[in-house]
């Protein structure tokens, strides 16, 4: 088969789809004010879809930040220092979060179709994988949930306990989160740990958009 | 704004035929077929304002389209079609002689670009409208002398391919 013959029969389907009149029962060309109508529809979809999800994580986060600060200001005193602290801690990682999500719907809204493919497939997929990115800083905060109920009372109080009990429990979560943190990436999405740690729907998407990634740099590399 | 609405009318009425075979290089079933083609639609209409002089029409439009139809078709993805995708408009009477013969090289060749991967499939329908490469590098993000190898290969395979088959 030459080159000819594959543009020919093309030509010979685009010849048809004209001949076969198809076309002009498509009302979807012609129906341009139908256009806000399915606007509102596309926004429970794709891309609206995904900031959607993030804005409702933001008003989440926020109004958790928001409690946090009061118990926080209800606590303001020096014996509460340690649960202070990790209060304070818990609202930096959160306050991150919600700066990283912020990010990802100016991105989002800053996707534009006219440009060319390779450049819109590939900030749709990385920005569907940055849901990781922010998994993996919220990971970060969990030895801080262990240690808001220290205090010098307890520490001096029943020295055992705290040495052998709290700080090994909070030592072993710190281990964990700084594990989770550096190994939470798409190049371990098809690990066991990773599908367990993930929903199976979130981690069907996420595999998909990491395949896809990986398709993209395929794709850009020179073919030798 | 109607001339604008009646201007952008027109020229998807010029186009409509490109939006019909990328929808179906894209899409498994009717539903689906007609849903992006709308949906292609409500993007180019979105986009009239961005459209940029220094381009031509065609290369803003299949930017467009192929990116719509992509991002749809990652979000649909279902199994094969079980029916060719051309059944409902190759159904014309045709006095030809050879168009049995004709009809299954058509259904062929969108059977091996829908097996193709969705960037390749992109690649292979702008080759097959006869872009230029220096167009087609434009549309993709890639550049020529990786647009030539690329459809070098794939028109190779799609070569075997149809030697498999006997018409």
Request: proline fraction near 1%.
């Amino acid at each position: 088969m030459e080159d000819m013959e594959l543009k020919n029969i093309w030509k010979e389907y685009d010849r048809r789809i004209e001949e076969s009149k198809i076309l002009n029962m498509q009302s979807w060309a012609l129906n341009i004010k139908t256009y806000e109508y399915l606007q509102t529809q596309k926004a429970k979809s794709g891309l609206n879809a995904l900031s959607g999800f993030k804005k409702w994580m933001i008003f989440a986060g926020i109004l958790f930040i928001a409690f946090l600060v009061l118990l926080i200001i209800k606590s303001l005193k020096f014996q509460n220092i340690y649960f202070i602290g990790s209060l304070s801690s818990i609202v930096i990682f959160n306050i991150l979060a919600i700066i990283f999500y912020l990010r990802h719907i100016v991105l989002i809204h800053e996707i534009d179709n006219t440009e060319s493919l390779v450049e819109v497939q590939e900030k749709i997929v990385k920005l569907q994988t940055s849901t990781l990115r922010i998994t993996k800083i919220l990971f970060l905060q969990t030895p801080f949930y262990s240690t808001f109920f220290w205090s010098r009372a307890m520490i001096t109080g029943n020295p055992t306990a705290f040495f052998f009990i709290a700080v090994p429990v909070t030592l072993f979560f710190a281990a964990l989160s700084i594990w989770l943190y550096r190994n939470i990436n798409y190049h371990n999405a098809g690990k066991r740990w990773f599908r367990i740690l993930f929903s199976s729907k979130e981690w069907t998407s996420i595999i998909k958009a990491v395949n896809f990634l990986k398709e993209i740099e395929e794709f850009k590399k020179e073919a030798v | 704004m109607q001339t604008d609405q009646e201007e952008f009318l027109r020229l998807i009425e010029e186009n409509k035929r490109i939006i019909f075979k990328i929808c179906n290089s894209y899409c498994y079933n009717k539903n689906d077929h007609d849903d992006l083609a709308q949906e292609i639609v409500c993007q180019l209409w979105k986009s009239c304002g961005k459209f940029d002089t220094e381009y031509k029409f065609s290369t803003w439009m299949y930017r467009i389209a192929l990116n719509t139809a992509i991002s749809f078709y990652r979000k649909e993805k279902k199994s094969a079609p079980t029916v060719p995708l051309t059944e409902h408009l190759l159904h014309v009477e045709d006095n030809d002689g050879g168009t049995g013969i004709l009809e299954a090289k058509i259904n062929s060749l969108h059977q091996f670009i829908n097996e193709l991967k969705a960037l390749d499939r992109a690649l292979m329908i702008l080759y097959l409208e006869e872009k230029n490469y220096s167009e087609i590098a434009e549309i993709l993000g890639i550049t020529e002398t990786n647009v030539a190898t690329k459809i070098s290969r794939i028109k190779e395979k799609l070569k075997q391919k149809f030697l498999t088959i006997n018409y």
